[in-house]
């Protein structure tokens, strides 16, 4: 595990409880973390440098949760010691960096998986099979919020942290990337980034994605819905009960009309970790979903293009 900060703690956390799976090496910079991290998991060897990790020959596959700055950097070095990665979102910070790691997984030949969580979600899953079903019609159009609170001081941009996990899902659902995109954003005195954003993509054939990711928020919300010709489907991801809404009931089996869809609770992150292991352990390059963060960050790229020029539409490329 390269990265000890508090998302590096819940996925080492979350790879020990995978049968099967050794954790031989934390990495970290900060001397506290690394001390922390030792104390929770004293199995494992500490280190402030990648190197000494890459030099265990028994290290087989290693998983990058430093900052979103640094992906590009560490996720070459590991793909380029021929171990399989798994690289926290966004894969990197501009397309060139992004493409580059893909390059370097494929030259080694190994798996990259990029940690695009709601590809794993129960209901994102559910929700995908009912558009290939034709519950929804033909889709309209599909949008997302994802607001934290806090202070707009604390975690960099929101077009860059929060709005990829909706980004991924519209690509997603959609299947394939938009052809450009139009966003705006917010900033105040105190920030360098955007504290909020709002982010339309334009598919072929008229759909749409509007997203909004906001860090400065009054209230927390993580939801979405998607909008077909027939009815519409939503999701909050923060509600007690894990519940799909219909716009209007829809008859799932012969002679049963529903308005709502209940699913098993799973947990996506667990399910992540899990599918990234197995592939990693049988030599498994076609488990990854590189192609697909790649193509996030092409979005992404083109959204922070689009931002500079006051919102105007911005080809994805």
Known sequence: MIGAGPWGGTLTRTFERIPGVD??????????????AQAVHPRASVTAYVD????????????VAVDAPQHHAVGVRVLGANRHALVEKPLALSVSDAT???????????????????????????TKQLMEAGVLGAPLYFEATRTVTGTSRRGGSAWWTLAPHDISLALHLFEG????????????????????????????GGRLAHI????????????????????????????????????????????????????DASDPLFAQCLHFTTCAAR???????????????????AGARSMATGGAPVEVR
């Open 23 to 36: 954790l031989r090496w934390i990495c970290d910079l900060d001397d506290h973390r690394r001390a922390a």
């Open 212 to 263: 909004h990711a906001a860090r400065l928020a009054p209230a927390r919300e993580r939801r979405f819905s998607v909008v077909g010709s027939d009815r519409a489907l939503s999701f909050d991801e923060l509600a007690s009960s894990p519940i799909l809404r219909f716009s209007r009931p829809a008859v799932i089996e012969p002679g049963v009309s529903v308005d709502q869809i209940r699913f």
């Open 100 to 126: 580059a790691l893909c390059d370097a997984a494929n030259a080694k030949a190994r798996l990259l998986t990029v940690g695009h969580l709601l590809l794993h979600h129960p209901a994102v899953q559910r």
């Open 283 to 301: 030599g498994d390059t076609t488990g990854g979903n590189a192609a697909h963060a790649l193509a996030v960050v092409r979005v992404l790229e």
């Open 52 to 63: 000494e990790v890459l030099a265990d020959p028994d290290v087989v596959a290693v998983v």
């Open 177 to 204: 990337p938009p052809i450009t995109v139009s966003a705006v954003g917010s900033r105040d005195t105190t920030s360098d980034h955007d504290i909020a954003t709002f982010g339309t993509l334009h598919f072929a």
